[in-house]
T-cell receptor
Framework: DADVTQTPRNRITKTGKRIMLECSQT?????MYWYRQDPGLGLRLIYYSFDVKDINKGEISDGYSVSRQAQAKFSLSLESAIPNQTALYFC????????????FGDGTRLSIL | QKEVEQNSGPLSVPEGAIASLNCTYS??????FFWYRQYSGKSPELIMF????GDKEDGRFTAQLNKASQYVSLLIRDSQPSDSATYLC??????????FGPGTRLSVLP
């Protein structure tokens, strides 16, 4: 089984819909991250969390929200999806000793029509 | 806005040659530097990190850092077709400010 699991792997939905992307990890890491990847723009940080009670906005948090339900679970929500949120989304984890996102999930490809 | 820049490529090299991937960054306070490899449709994978000026070697990979000139590079010796991927440079400043570049697509031709 994968250490970092993202669900769903693919999603097509319509503008205005609420969407939740889920991430779970078995690595026991405190730190979890959500990134989006767009062609030519690399990975951009949406939100990150250093523990269940510590959630921080990243570079592009507008239009997104997150929930850290447990150490192992970190969900990303789009309350009202818009087409320019079409992207590849990655969840990642790290431990404090590593200090960088190193363990990535397989990604969720999200298309908003 | 702290920036990390890379040539998007594609960079094409023949099998067995040295591939040289470059990255420049704008924040002089940047502390540490990372290279990730990302195969098409897959997630990024950390392959190298470097903290000090100079070279760091790991197998066929060498990372080079020049803080005065604000660039970091990745050399891949004896390039193989399996090295064909997008290589992402990432830079960390103070705290948790961690910025990825857009990536350079490398194609190693048999």
């Amino acid at each position: 089984d994968a250490d970092v699991t993202q669900t769903p792997r693919n999603r097509i939905t319509k503008t205005g819909k609420r969407i939740m992307l889920e991430c779970s990890q078995t690595k026991g890491h405190d730190r979890m991250y959500w990134y989006r990847q767009d062609p030519g723009l690399g990975l951009r940080l949406i939100y990150y969390s250093f523990d269940v009670k510590d959630i921080n906005k990243g570079e592009i948090s507008d239009g997104y929200s997150v929930s850290r339900q447990a150490q192992a679970k970190f969900s990303l929500s789009l309350e009202s999806a818009i087409p320019n949120q079409t992207a590849l989304y990655f969840c990642a984890t790290s431990d404090p000793a590593e200090g960088l996102p190193q363990h990535f999930g397989d990604g969720t490809r999200l298309s908003i029509l | 806005q702290k920036e990390v820049e890379q040539n998007s490529g594609p960079l094409s090299v023949p099998e067995g040659a040295i591939a040289s991937l470059n990255c420049t960054y704008s924040d002089r306070g940047s502390q540490s530097f990372f290279w990730y490899r990302q195969y098409s449709g897959k997630s990024p994978e950390l392959i190298m990190f470097i903290y000090s000026n100079g070279d760091k070697e790991d197998g066929r990979f060498t990372a080079q850092l020049n803080k005065a000139s604000q660039y970091v590079s990745l050399l891949i010796r004896d390039s193989q077709p399996s090295d064909s991927a997008t290589y992402l440079c990432a830079v960390r400043g103070y705290g948790q400010n961690f910025v990825f570049g857009p990536g350079t697509r490398l194609s190693v031709l048999p």
